[in-house]
Every structure is written in C-alpha cells, then in structure tokens.
C-alpha cells in the first residue's frame, strides 16, 4: 500500500503550518496539498515546505477535495487520508484508518461519537452534537445504511472508491461529503469507521445551514430509494 494524507485548505494561513508539523510523516508515503483559491498566506506557507500543491479556482469543499484525490491517485497513491488544513480533526486515531485499509475498506469514515458523551466532553456544542445526531439518524434510515455519524471530515479512501465516484456528477460543495457515501453504499464498495475527535475552539453553524443539510439529506435518500427501484440520476447514474 501507499497511503497519501492529503491536506485541504482554504483560507489556512493562521493554521496550515502546524497542521503541516502535526502530520505523522513517517506513516505516509507523500503529502499533497490541495487548494481552493486561498487569498491569504497559505499557498507561501505551503511551498516554503517543499510539499506538493493542487492550485484550484474556488470551487467548494467538493471541487477541492476530488481535484485533491485525483492528484494522490495519478502520483501512485492506493488510498488517501483526508486532512483539514484548519487543524479541527485529531490526528491520533490515524493508525486505526491504516487498519481499516489493510481490511480492504474502500471508504473509511470518522465516528465523533464512537463513545457516547465523548464530543460534548470535547466541546461540540450541544446544538451541533444533537443535529449531526439526528441527521445521522434520518440518513441511516433513508440510506438503508448502519452509521453513527454520516457527517465528519476525517476520512480516508480507496483506489477502487476513486475509481467508482469519479465520474458521477456531484455537488462541488460541502454536499459532496454525504452525496459519496450515499454513492459508495449504492455501488456496494466496503465502507467501515474509526474514532476520531475534533477541536470546537470558534466552531458555529447557523440554523440556516442545518436546514439546508437536512433538505438536501431529504434529496439524497430519495434519490438513493429511486435508484434502487431501478431508476438511476444524478450522481446515482
């Protein structure tokens, strides 16, 4: 195997470099930065440690994230971890992806709540904790799928999951996280989880932004029950 961590950022000028130190360098084989049009120091920071960098127009969450991927995957990468360049994910339960890799795993998704009570201890607002907790529970009916949490950012992926998503047609937004594992779950890939933990210092989310998660949640499921009844759209095509 040869694991990539692949760091995304935008805007990460205040917290790219100690990200970048935090990486345990020794467990993967390269890391790749991808970009989505910083205005700030990020991109400086980045090429001043000698790393490889995806430059992107500002697209969204998607966009960068499978411009990332298909970079990892050209330079030879069999699976990738997703890293934030904002530092929010800890970076401990790393080894535990390795495994779930070594599993054969295609997708492998972060559970915040892999403990019960554990993210409220380490500061997930209560509105938060709550609402990734019903949407999770909303999602895993809709999606006939066994989750604790459909909604983190800490993940890693396969070749052959690569390979599967690329050519659907996904939302280029912060959509794209839900809109694969809803298409990963449909085509059968082997998707599992691992702990993983996050820092809350100045994490907000306002009630707009839930309502629009929990619509668009709506839209996938439905279109997930559809594609099961043999009718195929959008990014289920």
């Not at 692949?6 to 993967?28: C, M, W």
């Amino acid at each position: 195997m040869k694991i990539f961590a692949l760091v995304l950022t935008y805007n990460s000028g205040k917290f790219i470099k100690n990200v970048l130190d935090t990486i345990p360098k020794n467990t993967f084989d390269k890391i790749i930065c991808s970009d989505d049009g910083s205005s700030d120091q990020t991109i400086n920071i980045i090429q001043n440690e000698n790393i490889t960098l995806v430059r992107n127009n500002h697209g969204g969450y998607g966009s960068n994230l499978f411009s990332g991927l298909q970079k990892c995957f050209d330079e030879g990468a069999s699976h990738v971890v997703e890293v934030h360049g904002d530092g929010q994910y800890d970076l401990k339960f790393t080894e535990n992806m390795f495994q779930k890799f070594i599993e054969g795993n295609d997708l492998v998704l972060g559970n915040r709540f892999y403990e019960h009570g554990k993210a409220l201890k380490n500061g997930m607002p209560k509105y938060i904790y709550y609402g990734n907790k019903f949407l999770t529970f909303i999602g895993s009916i809709g999606l006939n799928i066994k989750s604790s949490d459909l909604f983190p950012g800490f993940r890693g992926y396969s070749k052959k999951f690569f390979e599967t998503i690329k050519s659907a047609n996904f939302s280029p937004g912060y959509q794209f996280s839900l809109e694969i594992i809803a298409k990963s779950h449909f085509e059968n890939l082997k998707i599992s989880s691992v702990p993983c933990e996050n820092n809350y210092d100045g994490v907000t989310a306002p009630l707009s932004y839930t309502i629009i998660c929990l619509l668009h949640l709506f839209w996938v499921c439905l279109l997930y029950r559809i594609g099961k009844m043999g009718k195929k759209l959008y990014f289920f095509k």
